[in-house]
């Protein structure tokens, strides 16, 4: 299994959309889970931390399963303004002392 | 403003020359981090830092080199020795030295070498 590993996509939806996004990871005895969100040519910026019970920030739901090692991120009521590339990341490496992300998941709202 | 900056935005070498990166934080961050993108590629670390003085190898740290000598900054050398330095660099910092806490990230610089 790749360490973080997500559908590169792109996922094409209309606005209004729900649309998910799933991302799995290697080791079992992470702790720290993020998803990111990535606009074209920019720095990476948090959208939201994945806790165990799961949450939620407006139109954005994380859920994380442990013992699937997988964690996945709804958006629901797609805007245009939700087009980027979605990064999962992971403290995947033995010392947690550094983060792994995934390739990320292009996401593209159309009207 | 609290945050990450990097300079240059662009960065234009000839082949077989050194380039020093620049990034500085004024979060008062213990760690920080470079990374290297490719395009339609994830992130890849470089070297990282969880304290002053001290700084260890990332994935891919051949053919580069870093200092930290301040709390503040963390400069990205890219040596003549890296193969392919064509990339988007991005410099991150966490509070707190594991990874554990959410990195926050400088705008990057493209490095174009000619």
């Known amino acids: 299994r790749k360490e973080v590993e997500q559908d590169p996509g792109p996922f094409n939806v209309p606005e209004g959309a729900t649309v998910a996004f799933n991302c799995t990871y290697s080791?079992?005895?992470?702790?720290?889970f993020f998803w990111y969100r990535q606009d074209c040519r920019k720095e990476p910026k948090l959208l939201m931390s994945v806790y165990s019970s799961g949450n939620e920030d407006g139109r954005f739901t994380a859920q994380l399963n442990r013992a699937s090692q997988y964690i996945s991120l709804l958006i629901r009521d797609s805007k245009l303004s939700d087009s980027a590339t979605y990064l999962c990341v992971v403290n995947i490496h033995e010392g947690y002392s550094t983060l792994t992300f995934g390739k990320g998941t292009m996401l593209l709202v159309s009207p | 403003d609290g945050g990450i900056t990097q300079s240059p935005k662009y960065l234009f070498r000839k082949e077989g020359q050194n380039v020093t990166l620049s990034c500085e934080q004024n979060?008062?961050?213990?760690?920080m981090y470079w990374y290297r993108q490719d395009p339609g590629q994830g992130l890849r670390l470089i070297y990282y830092?969880?304290?002053?003085?001290?700084?260890q190898k990332g994935d891919i740290a051949e053919g580069y080199s870093v200092s930290r000598e301040k709390k503040e900054s963390f400069p990205l050398t890219v040596t003549s020795a890296q193969k392919n330095p064509t990339a988007f660099y991005l410099c991150?910092?966490?509070?707190?030295?594991?990874?554990?806490?959410?990195?926050?990230f400088g705008p990057g610089t493209r490095l174009t070498v000619l």
């Open positions: 830092s969880q304290i002053v003085n001290d700084f």
């Open positions: 979060l008062n961050h213990d760690a």
């Open positions: 991150a910092s966490s509070n707190g030295g594991g990874g554990y806490n959410e990195q926050f």
């Open positions: 080791n079992s005895a992470s702790q720290s």
